[in-house]
């Protein structure tokens, strides 16, 4: 039988591409894909289950279809990914309205649960090994045709205290080099323009392998591809070697534009934490980065609130942020997740933890806002992504899709969508720079 089904994709990019390789499996075992819930024999919903709120926007996006589902608009859920093989035991005990379950160790398993669904009228539960779990395969992109994701490993080994990832993905396994090339090759002829590396930790990549940190050349490799851009995601700041830092300062493709997560900069709670760094490691770290990329901006993840910050600690990540100057930065209140250390150590309150968050966020707003204005005057490569009736938007190397703000400018033309462009930065509106057509 020939069913309709449609997917729902949760959470981060690296759970995006397991979407989109399901999304293939399943339109190559002869079903239709389609976009709309309603209608469909199946929907697939691939959750998140990094934190506790992950699991409740998955829940609810649960429940919003299984309404659907009592209209007689769908007639199955399968519910996949993280939360899943978080709470693989309660997933399928306390959510009657779900027809099935896969873990993340079973992507690969989604055609026979939707025979499985469909045809024997089973409620499966598949739990794959996470270690071993097969990581390519071909993908029917969900992002628009400009741009896309290149996942070059899976799991994690950092272990940090706060964090449940390794239970959910797994070991930190690499996928082979000529794997890699050989999807880069093929995302390359399809007309992407941008492509954006992502792992958990792109900076061991290969370490698993034979030892050696290989993403210096697997980079060097990915920009002999007709790519415009290559954007780098998730680097751990005690694995960025003189090599790395070498490419990404002489590689033209490859954007100065670097996501590395610090979490925090206390030297107390680094080390609670079981982060591998220390406060005058990083500090000199993005130093060295500053003087060798020209232009360079800095995303960064922080949470506020983790054991061990008391008033001083937060100040004094406060103050850290002020002076590194990161541009990005996404600012997060601890959230004590059930099974990790973190959880069982000491902490403020979660109240605390989200008001020490909202006054990061305003130390952040103006360090954008100085950012801002610093550029302005400026002339952008800018690939642009809409018109929003008034205004064409898009980005620079500056702004990561989904995460970052957009660029809004004027043109005295149509701009199609994926199409790159000069923009003179002359203003800011709502936090988001504008411009015009410097062409």
């Not at 794959?128 to 080994?157: M, V």
């Not at 002999?224 to 300062?249: K, M, N, Q, S, V």
């Not at 064409?392 to 809004?408: C, K, L, T, V, W």
Request: charged content about 25%; some cysteine; hydrophobic content about 40%.
């Amino acid at each position: 039988m020939r069913y309709r089904v449609s997917f729902i994709s949760l959470g981060c990019a690296k759970n995006r591409v397991n979407c989109e390789q399901m999304m293939s499996a399943v339109q190559a075992a002869g079903h239709a894909v389609q976009v709309e819930q309603e209608g469909s024999d199946v929907v697939v919903i691939n959750t998140c289950g990094f934190l506790a709120s992950a699991c409740e926007e998955a829940i609810e996006t649960i429940l919003a279809t299984a309404e659907l589902k009592r209209a007689g608009q769908v007639k199955k859920i399968l519910v996949t990914g993280c939360m899943t093989q978080r709470y693989r035991e309660d997933v399928l005990r306390e959510l009657p309205e779900v027809d099935g379950a896969l873990g993340t160790g079973s992507y690969d398993d989604i055609v026979k649960a939707i025979d499985e669904v469909m045809e024997q009228g089973l409620r499966p539960c598949h739990l794959g090994n996470i270690h071993t779990a097969p990581q390519g395969g071909p993908r029917i992109l969900s992002t628009p045709p400009w741009y896309a994701y290149l996942r070059i490993a899976e799991g994690c080994d950092n272990h940090c205290a706060y964090c449940v990832i390794p239970s959910l993905r797994g070991k930190y396994r690499s996928r082979p080099r000529r794997e890699l090339l050989e999807e880069a090759a093929e995302l390359s002829a399809a007309g992407v323009k941008e492509l954006l590396v992502i792992a958990q930790d792109i900076t061991r990549y290969g370490t698993d392998l034979n030892g050696e940190r290989q993403l210096a050349p697997l980079l060097r490799e990915l920009c002999g591809l007709d790519f415009r851009w290559i954007r780098l995601h998730y680097l751990y700041p005690d694995e960025i070697t003189d090599e790395l830092i070498d490419i990404i300062a002489k590689e033209n493709k490859i954007l100065p534009y670097l996501d590395i997560p610090i979490q925090h900069c206390n030297d107390g709670i680094l080390s609670a934490m079981n982060r591998r760094d220390t406060k005058a490691e990083l500090t000199a770290l993005f130093g060295k980065l500053r003087a060798r990329i020209p232009g360079l901006v800095l995303r960064t993840s922080v949470i506020t609130g983790l054991p061990g910050e008391g008033e001083a600690e937060f100040e004094e990540l406060c103050e850290f942020l002020r002076e590194m100057k990161i541009e990005r930065a996404g600012v997060f209140p601890f959230s004590p997740e059930e099974g990790t250390p973190a959880a069982r150590m000491d902490h403020v309150d979660m109240e605390e933890a989200s008001r020490r968050a909202e006054l990061a966020v305003d130390v952040q707003s103006d360090i954008i806002d100085e950012y801002n204005g610093s550029v302005l005057g400026e002339t952008r490569e800018v690939l642009c992504e809409g018109f929003d009736g008034q205004m064409f938007y898009g980005r620079s190397y500056a702004e990561s899709p989904d995460i970052d703000g957009r660029i809004y400018f004027n043109a005295d033309r149509e701009i199609p969508p994926g199409e790159f462009v000069t923009v003179r930065l002359t203003g800011v509106m709502d936090g988001e720079l504008t411009g015009e057509l410097a062409e």
